[in-house]
C-alpha cells in the first residue's frame, strides 16, 4: 500500500500481485482533503493522522480489506541531492563482481558524504557504475574487472521532517515500511521508459509544492522540491483581483490563460459569487498567471536542472499533478523553456479507478511502482533504517541523522540507522 501526503489532499493506493508478471495491479484508491499540513510541511500533527486516517477508510472501503502497512511519499523541507564517487579494487586479476562488491563500493562513496548532524540521508542511488574505466554500467553484477568505481546520489533532508511524517503515519494506525520522496515517487509514475532513458524532466506542480526529478540513462540524476505550487497561482489571482479562492481556482482550471492571443484579449470575464458580480479583463488575468509560471520554471525549475549536470534532455519536460491540468500550460512552457513539453497521466491511468486516475494521482501511482523496483534490486534504491525513527517516537534514542560519540574514546561510533547498517541487513536476507 502507498500513502501519498499532499498539501491538498492525501491520497492511499492499494495493489495486489500480479503473479503472471511479477508486477502489481492497482485495486483500490482512497483519499481525503488535507489537513494539518501546509507546503508540503505536516504543520498539525492530529489533523494530519485523522486525515490520513480519512483515506485509508476510503480505500478499505473500496478493496473491501483491512490496510495496516504503507510506504509513504512526502515533500516540504529542505531537500538535497548530493554525488560523490567511491571506488574499491576487486583483485589483480580480473574476477566477477558480487553483492558484496557492490555494497562495499557503495559504503566507499557514502563515506565522502556529509551530513549535518540535523539532517538524515532519507534514499542512496547508484548512478552509474565503471568497470576497468569503463562507464554507462547499469548492473555490474557477474560482470568481470579488476576495479569498481561507482557514482552515488545521496538523497539528503531534514531529519525533523521524516520524524514527523513517521509519527504522523504511526498515530493514524499504520506500519510505516519505507519512504519515497515525491520527485522520484511521481517520476517513475510519469516517465515512460524512452523517455527516462532519452533524458527527461519530470515536474509534479502540486498545491504547495513542486518535484522536480531529473533523469538520464534510466536513472535519477538529481531530484528537488520547489516550496512553489499550485496554490501560490491561485492566491495571487485571488489576491490581486481580489475574489475568493474557491472561485480563483475555478477559473485557474476553466479558463484558458496561456494562448498566446490570451494576453492582448479585451475579452471581459464576468461572474456573481455570493451576491456580488465581479468583471475582469482576460488580459488582466493572463498576465498575473504566467509571470507565476514563468518564474516558477525558467528560474526555479530550470536552477535544479542545471544542478543536475544533465545537458541533454530529447524528451524534454513531463509535467504532471494538479497544476498541470491547466489549459495550455503544455504549450505556453513548451515556448518559455524552448523544450518539448508533455502533460502526463499516470502512466497506469487505464488501470486505475475511473475518476481518480488524473495527473493528481501520479505520485501514488508511483509508489508502487518504486516498492516493485527496490524488490527487484535492493540496491537501486536504498532507504535509512527505520529503527532511529521508531525510537524518536517513542521518545528515546538519538536524533536521526545524528552521530552518536563513545564518552571514553570521543571517537564518533557508525549509526545504527545509516546505509551501512541497510546494506548489512540486505545480506542477512539474501543468504
Known amino acids: 500500500m502507498g500513502l501519498d501526503l499532499g498539501t491538498s489532499k492525501i491520497t492511499v493506493v492499494v495493489a495486489e500481485r500480479d503473479g503472471s508478471n511479477g508486477g502489481a495491479q492497482i485495486i483500490g484508491m482512497g483519499q481525503a482533503p488535507s489537513h494539518g499540513i501546509r507546503k508540503g510541511m505536516i504543520v498539525h500533527l492530529d489533523q494530519a493522522a485523522r486525515a490520513v486516517k480519512q483515506a485509508v477508510g476510503d480505500a478499505e472501503n473500496m478493496v473491501g480489506l483491512e490496510l495496516s502497512e504503507v510506504t509513504v511519499s512526502f515533500s516540504g523541507g529542505e531537500v538535497r541531492s548530493v554525488r560523490s564517487k567511491g571506488m574499491i579494487s576487486l583483485g589483480r586479476s580480473p574476477r566477477a563482481v558480487k553483492q558484496l562488491d557492490i555494497a562495499r563500493v557503495i559504503e566507499a562513496a557514502q563515506a565522502d558524504v556529509s551530513v549535518p548532524a540535523n ?167 493572463t498576465e498575473i498567471v504566467q509571470c507565476r509560471v514563468e518564474e516558477l520554471f525558467t528560474v526555479l525549475v530550470k536552477k535544479e536542472i542545471t544542478a543536475s549536470g544533465v545537458s541533454m534532455l530529447p524528451a524534454g519536460l513531463v509535467i504532471t499533478g494538479g497544476g498541470s491540468r491547466s489549459i495550455g500550460i503544455d504549450q505556453y512552457l513548451s515556448r518559455v523553456m524552448d523544450m518539448p513539453v508533455r502533460a502526463a497521466l499516470p502512466i497506469d491511468s487505464n488501470r486505475m479507478p475511473p475518476g481518480r486516475n488524473g495527473p493528481e494521482y501520479t505520485c501514488a501511482s508511483g509508489i508502487i511502482k518504486y516498492a516493485l523496483e527496490q524488490e527487484r534490486d535492493p540496491f537501486r534504491y536504498m532507504e535509512q533504517s527505520l529503527d532511529l525513527l521508531k525510537g524518536q517516537s517513542r521518545g528515546t534514542g538519538t536524533q536521526p541523522g545524528s552521530r552518536d560519540y563513545d564518552a571514553g574514546s570521543q571517537e564518533p561510533a557508525r549509526r545504527e540507522g545509516s546505509i551501512f547498517q541497510s546494506i548489512k541487513d540486505v545480506f542477512k536476507e539474501l543468504f
Open 119 to 285: 539532517q538524515m540521508i532519507l534514499h542512496t542511488i547508484p548512478v552509474e557504475y565503471s568497470l576497468d574505466g569503463n562507464s554507462g554500467i547499469d548492473d555490474p553484477l557477474g560482470m568481470n574487472g579488476m576495479r569498481l568505481d561507482i557514482d552515488l546520489e545521496s538523497v539528503i533532508v531534514p531529519s525533523a521532517t521524516v520524524q514527523n511524517v513517521y509519527n504522523c503515519v504511526e498515530n493514524a494506525g499504520l506500519s510505516v515500511t519505507g519512504f519515497v520522496i515525491k520527485p522520484l515517487a511521481s517520476a517513475l509514475g510519469a516517465l515512460t521508459p524512452e523517455e527516462s532513458v532519452a533524458g527527461a524532466v519530470s515536474v509534479d506542480i502540486g498545491g504547495g509544492t513542486c518535484g522536480v526529478a531529473v533523469f538520464s540513462d534510466g536513472r535519477p540524476k538529481h531530484l528537488a522540491v520547489v516550496p512553489v505550487g499550485g496554490d501560490h497561482i491561485t492566491n495571487d489571482v485571488a489576491s490581486v483581483l481580489k475574489i475568493p479562492i474557491n472561485k480563483a481556482e475555478e477559473i485557474k482550471k476553466e479558463v484558458d490563460l496561456f494562448s498566446p492571443e490570451a494576453s492582448g484579449h479585451t475579452e471581459k470575464l464576468e461572474f456573481e459569487h455570493m451576491g456580488r458580480n465581479y468583471s475582469y479583463s482576460l488580459s488582466e488575468l
